[in-house]
């Protein structure tokens, strides 16, 4: 059975996409572009896992070009034997992927202040998932948090701000930064003064 999910490394990136996505469902290409495979690869380890029990697939009418279609869409078993401990595997690999993110963050340049909000912390309701202040190029901070977002599957919705401006909307109150500041955050660098 183990051999059976875990001999591809593309198995395991729909495995841990899907188990982290529960009662979600997505088509092959949804996957492969979630998981930064090939749709062809996709497929045939979605046989693959279909065939141990941990996979359903459904097909949905879909519009394409103002025809619809049926398309194969799949999502995690949840009655699959090894749910749970999949689950509990792919939250500790996940958690290990943050820390080497963070350091990443580190490495970037003079970030002085960053916060994990939004479905890092499971607080829906905040418009974003990371903050970042400091001086940094913006396309370094596009590379690293796009690499994050293939490890973990899914788009993290951040804000880079400089030094001063964070300052300056702080202290007149700004709604969005209070917004960060009051949901539930978990600071991965703070050297502001």
């Known amino acids: 059975m183990l051999t059976q999910l875990f001999s591809s490394a593309v198995r395991?990136?729909?495995?841990?996409?899907?188990?982290?996505h529960p009662g979600e469902d997505f088509s092959a290409a949804d996957i492969a572009k979630k998981t930064g495979?090939?749709?062809?690869?996709?497929n045939k380890e979605l046989t693959k896992l279909l065939s141990t029990d941990s996979v359903i697939e459904e097909t949905?009418?879909?519009?394409?070009?103002?025809k619809m279609v049926n398309v194969k869409h799949y999502r995690i078993n949840t009655?699959?034997?090894?749910?749970?401990?999949?689950?509990n595997v792919f939250v500790k690999?996940?958690?290990q992927d943050l820390e080497a993110f963070k350091e990443k963050l580190r490495k970037l340049g003079d970030i002085k202040y960053a916060i994990l909000t939004g479905r890092f912390t499971n607080s829906?309701?905040?418009?974003?998932?990371?903050?970042?202040?400091?001086?940094?190029?913006?396309?370094?901070?596009?590379?690293?948090?796009?690499?994050?977002?293939?490890?973990?599957?899914?788009e993290i919705?951040?804000?880079?701000?400089?030094?001063?401006d964070y300052h300056y909307r702080r202290d007149v109150g700004d709604v969005f930064i209070a917004e960060v500041m009051m949901a539930k955050k978990i600071e991965v660098i703070n050297s502001l003064h």
């Not at 949905?60 to 103002?66: A, G, I, L, Q, R």
């Not at 009655?79 to 689950?87: A, D, G, H, K, S």
């Open 157 to 164: 919705n951040w804000t880079l701000l400089d030094e001063s």
């Open 37 to 42: 495979s090939i749709v062809r690869s996709v």
């Open 124 to 154: 829906p309701d905040t418009s974003i998932d990371l903050l970042l202040v400091g001086s940094v190029k913006n396309k370094y901070c596009k590379k690293a948090i796009g690499d994050f977002e293939k490890m973990i599957g899914w």
């Open 79 to 87: 009655n699959f034997v090894l749910y749970n401990e999949l689950q």
């Open 93 to 95: 690999i996940q958690v």
């Open 60 to 66: 949905k009418p879909v519009d394409v070009n103002k």
């Open 12 to 20: 395991v990136k729909i495995l841990k996409y899907l188990t982290l």
